[in-house]
């Protein structure tokens, strides 16, 4: 059974350029989230959505970063223009909330965004 | 203001020996706490969890402690593996959020 895919694994850009960050999550699961994992801050919670309608985006650093999930089986974050303090891994993670559920995620392997 | 925290960043045991890696929190309204294990260049995956009714939880070399009235839990692996050297994180479940701490790198020496 496939788990979380994220594409790409590694993204080298300049600065300035766009980011696409793509995550397709385990089928059947109604919660898809984007984390950041940076040495500062370990992993942070960007944003998520519940049934394909974000919920909380509080955690979007600033406008440069969007994300959409037009389908229950894909989602994107995008960084428009890219900076050099977005390098950083992101990972996509979904899960399937029900009665009794501790709230375990399941991951994505990441996507390494270097922003030189 | 960070309401899961890991306070070591690292962590060098003897294999075969017990690793025990800490992990504080402030928000009372935690319902579930769980640990979640990173290798470089993979996603973190889960490991073992606790409800906040709960003061111990057990699965084979995997032991977690809660201590709500500290705040307070900990992972205790015994025996360490070599195979046990990873990033663990922390995290901590309200209203289905799971809020995470920065991680504390576990190394297992031969």
């Known amino acids: 059974d496939a788990g979380v895919i994220q594409s790409p694994r590694h993204e080298v850009t300049e600065m300035g350029q766009e980011v696409t960050l793509r995550c397709k999550p385990i089928?059947?699961?109604?919660?898809l989230f984007w984390y950041r994992q940076t040495m500062m801050r370990g992993l942070e919670l960007l944003i998520y959505?519940?049934?394909?309608?974000?919920?909380?985006d509080s955690g979007m650093p600033e406008d440069r970063f969007s994300a959409k999930m037009p389908n229950a089986s894909f989602s994107t974050l995008k960084i428009q223009p890219s900076e050099p303090r977005d390098s950083a891994v992101y990972f996509c993670?979904?899960?399937?909330?029900?009665?009794?559920?501790?709230?375990?995620?399941?991951f994505g392997e990441g996507s390494r965004l270097t922003v030189l | 203001d960070q309401q899961v925290k890991q306070n070591s960043p690292s962590l060098s045991v003897q294999e075969g020996r017990i690793s025990i890696l800490n992990c504080d929190y402030t928000?009372?309204?935690?319902?579930?706490f769980l640990w979640y294990k990173k290798y470089p260049a993979e996603g973190p995956t889960f490991l073992i969890s606790?409800?906040?009714?709960?003061d111990k939880n057990e699965d084979g070399r995997f032991t977690v402690f809660l201590n709500k009235s500290a705040k307070h839990l900990s992972l205790h692996i015994v025996p360490s593996q070599p195979g046990d050297s990873a990033v663990y994180f922390c995290?901590?479940?309200?209203?289905?959020?799971?809020?995470f701490g920065g991680g504390t790198r576990l190394m297992v020496k031969p």
């Open positions: 993670a979904s899960s399937f909330r029900g009665e009794g559920n501790t709230g375990e995620l399941f």
């Open positions: 089928s059947g699961h109604d919660y």
């Open positions: 959505f519940n049934n394909n309608v974000p919920i909380d």
């Open positions: 928000n009372s309204m935690f319902d579930y």
């Open positions: 606790i409800s906040s009714i709960k």
């Open positions: 995290a901590a479940s309200t209203y289905n959020m799971l809020t």
